[in-house]
Every structure is written in structure tokens, then in C-alpha cells.
């Protein structure tokens, strides 16, 4: 879809009644952001419109409007199943891979409505009917305005709208720093500013939410858990479920630990391998031209952006992160 064709896919909106929208596994701010402005500006055109996410995410995003109409997939697998057997119209927003979304992609395989990808990471597979992607844009928060505004429905955007795109904004380029920030980028924050929401309160409401011991665990993994690749400019952490418990880990605390290290000066290539749900969760961080896209996609079953890329272990998180430190070093 190009963007002189948003007047046409406003038909194709326009013919559709029941519209669902999905978001990745583990959402984070710009996957519920997208999503809930997507789904605000749909119900303002009386659409019968869900979210669908394939499971929990953090309680830090729950104030975001339209947030308690959310139906997660790992808790009501009967109820979504019919949703997308009836669906006319769905969305696939800030993911381009059904091996993103877990037992949900099974769905979606099956589905007979046409799909619209919306999304900004790299490589997108091929399911869709309709695809909006631009792997330079900050965020899929920023298609979602485009998409709106390329339209003709700018004035739709209200401040429910402005919040969740807002949301995802702030979240996916570090508060307005990474490289992914453009010009266009503080113009649509601009135009969402307009509305009246209030940034401070949007950035109190995503990071001023520490519990006591998320803060402790932040204090002991800098302290006690991160470690540099001898010879190698690359910090990485390694943390076991046991740990975690120890404080009373709650989705979405190590959230952001991942940069951490950048601040040591000359470091290029951060990492995070956790214990989670039986498996090893990975996080890549890097700077400039070093590439954890493709290094997730070659080596750990994920993929994400060049800059910023996730995947998953099914080997201990020793025998991970031994393989992490070996192949490290070929980014160099
Ligand atoms: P995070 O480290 O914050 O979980 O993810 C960093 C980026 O990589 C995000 O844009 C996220 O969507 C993407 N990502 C995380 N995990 C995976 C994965 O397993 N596969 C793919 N393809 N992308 C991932
Ligand atoms: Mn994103």
C-alpha cells in the first residue's frame, strides 16, 4: 500500500463491520499504542472492532484508553478463534511474522479475511493482502497517524487517540533519542500535542510505575550481573528464574535494562538473555551500522530491527550465552 493509495484503503474500511486488530507477543508500548488508536479511531467509525493480543503485558500500559477491552489469546482461545472466523477485515500491527505471535499465527493462517500489515521492522513474510511498511518509520505509531491522516481524518484524532500514539512514540525511539527520529517524527508529536494530552503525564504514567524491588533488581543486575566480552566492545546480562523471583519479578521489569551499558563509553553491542516461561528470552541492542537483525535472525530465532532485535533459546542460559560471547565477536 502506498501512501497515495489511504483514500482507497478507506473503502475497504469502510466495507468492513467486524474488524480485528493483533499485536506481537510480549506488547510493548508502540504494539499497544498502535493497536488501541487504531481500535479508538475504528469504534468512532461504528466499526465492531476487538484487540487481540497473544498474551499479558505489563500493567504500566493498562491506563491506555480502550485498555479493558483487550482480549488476550493465551486466556480466551475459544472466544478469539470465532472472532477471526467472523472477522471481515484484520490487522497485524508492529509484527510482520506469524512466528511472532505464537499459537495466534495458527489463527491467522486460517483466516479468510483479508489482512492489512502494519509495521516498521525488517524483512516482513509474506500474508498479507494489504501492507504499510516502512522500516524507516520510528515506530508503528507513526503509520497509525500517516494511515489516519492519509485518509483525510486528521481532525479524528482526539486525545484518546493522541495518548496511545503518543505512547508508542515515546517508547519505541527512547524517549525521542535513537537514530530513528526524524523530522516527521516531532511533527506528528506536534499534531498530538494539539489535542491536549500532556507529555509529562504520559511519561509519569510509563516510567515512574517502579515497584520497590523492580528498582532493586535494576540496582543488583548493574552491580552484581553485567559483564563485558573480553577484548570485545559488548555488555550482555544473564539473569535465572531464581533471581527474578528473588524480586518478585512482574512482566515488563527488565524492560529497558538492555541499554544499560551503552552508557560505558565505547560500547556497541548489548545484550540480555533471561529465564522466562521455559524458554530464554534474548534482547539485542547496538549502535550505528552493527547489525542484531540479522544476527538474531542467523543465530537465535528472532529478528526485530538493525539496531534493536529479540529471539529465543531453547539451550540453557549458560550454553546461550557461551554461544552469545563466541559469535559476538563476527560483528566486529
Ligand atoms: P525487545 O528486546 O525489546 O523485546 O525487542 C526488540 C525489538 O525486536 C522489538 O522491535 C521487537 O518487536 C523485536 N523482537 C523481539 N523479540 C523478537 C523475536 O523473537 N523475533 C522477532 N522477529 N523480533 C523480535
Ligand atoms: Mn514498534
Not at 542467523?298 to 533459546?313: L, P, Q
Not at 542460559?317 to 563466541?326: C, M, Q, R, S
Request: glycine share 6%; hydrophobic share 40%.
Amino acid at each position: 500500500m502506498q501512501k497515495d493509495s489511504f483514500l482507497k484503503f478507506k473503502n475497504t474500511i469502510k466495507k468492513a463491520n467486524n474488524i480485528v486488530i493483533t499485536t506481537h507477543w510480549s506488547p510493548d508500548g508502540d504494539a499497544m499504542g498502535s493497536s488501541l488508536a487504531l481500535y479508538n479511531y475504528l469504534l468512532q467509525l461504528d466499526k465492531n472492532v476487538k484487540v487481540v493480543v497473544p498474551n499479558a503485558y505489563p500493567e504500566f500500559l493498562d491506563w491506555l484508553p480502550g485498555n479493558k477491552n483487550v482480549i488476550i489469546h493465551q486466556k480466551n482461545e475459544a472466544k478469539v478463534e470465532k472472532l477471526i472466523k467472523s472477522a471481515d477485515l484484520i490487522f497485524t500491527l508492529d509484527y510482520n511474522s506469524f512466528k511472532r505471535i505464537e499459537k495466534l499465527g495458527l489463527l491467522l493462517e486460517k483466516a479468510t479475511a483479508p489482512i492489512v500489515l502494519i509495521d516498521h521492522h525488517q524483512q516482513p513474510d509474506n500474508y498479507a493482502t494489504y501492507y504499510f511498511h516502512d522500516v524507516a518509520a520510528c515506530s508503528t505509531c507513526e503509520l497509525i497517524y500517516e494511515l489516519i491522516a492519509g485518509m483525510g481524518h486528521k481532525k479524528m484524532i482526539d486525545k484518546k487517540i493522541a495518548a496511545c500514539l503518543y505512547t508508542g512514540l515515546m517508547t519505541d525511539t527512547g524517549s525521542f533519542r535513537y537514530p530513528s527520529v526524524t523530522a516527521k517524527t516531532h511533527l506528528v508529536l506536534s499534531e498530538l500535542l494539539k489535542t491536549g494530552i500532556v507529555p509529562a503525564d504520559i511519561h509519569s504514567a510509563v516510567y515512574d510505575t517502579y515497584s520497590y524491588e523492580r528498582l532493586k533488581l535494576l540496582g543488583y543486575l548493574l552491580s552484581e550481573k553485567m559483564e563485558i566480552v573480553k577484548e570485545i566492545p559488548a555488555a550482555y546480562f544473564a539473569i535465572t528464574e531464581s533471581e527474578l523471583k528473588r524480586f518478585n519479578y512482574q512482566k515488563g521489569d527488565t524492560e529497558g535494562i538492555v541499554n544499560y551499558p551503552f552508557s560505558i563509553k565505547g560500547i556497541k553491542v548489548c545484550a540480555l538473555f533471561m529465564e522466562s516461561e521455559g524458554y530464554i528470552k534474548i534482547s539485542f541492542r547496538s549502535k550505528g551500522k552493527i547489525d542484531v537483525n540479522k544476527f538474531a535472525r542467523d543465530h537465535f530465532n528472532g529478528g526485530g530491527h538493525i539496531n534493536a532485535a529479540g529471539g529465543k533459546s531453547i539451550q540453557t542460559l549458560d550454553e546461550t550465552v557461551t554461544k552469545f560471547t563466541t559469535l559476538v565477536k563476527t560483528l566486529f
